[in-house]
């Protein structure tokens, strides 16, 4: 008999989501801590991928991931082209970039009262 998943914390799924980039080599993927400062998430997720085709193996990683897990992604915005993607979680949202737009939209500036927790690539 199949047992449903358990109940994870938005926080555990942050990291199951920054774990999941580290898995695909993401670029300084770091989680951050917005609960009760942002008003439509917990947990940001911020990676970068190197390339248009390493955003979409970054995404399509963590949303197996999540999805495995009984959390498939309710919303995704933007594609590897752009150089921007949003995988929306609902309590938390995770953000793909290309170096040159996360530098100019400088989201841990912007969230920079935000505990964060960088999160290493596995060896």
């Given at each position: 008999m199949n047992h449903p998943p358990p109940a994870l914390t938005a926080e555990q799924l942050a990291q199951q989501a920054a774990q999941a980039c580290a898995e695909k080599k993401?670029?300084?993927?770091?989680?951050?801590?917005?609960?009760?400062r942002s008003p439509v998430t917990d947990f940001l997720v911020l990676a970068t991928g190197?390339?248009?085709?390493h955003l979409k193996a970054l995404?399509?990683?963590v949303e197996r991931t999540l999805k495995d897990?009984?959390?498939?992604?309710?919303?995704?915005?933007?594609?590897?082209?752009?150089?921007w993607l949003v995988l929306d979680f609902i309590d938390v949202v995770v953000h793909l970039f290309l170096p040159e737009p996360r530098a100019?939209?400088?989201?841990e500036h912007l969230w920079k009262d935000g505990s964060a927790d960088k999160t290493k690539p596995l060896l």
């Open positions: 993401a670029l300084e993927p770091l989680t951050l801590d917005v609960r009760g190197n390339s248009p085709p995404a399509t990683e897990i009984g959390w498939p992604v309710y919303r995704r915005s933007g594609n590897p082209d752009s150089g100019f939209y400088d989201l």
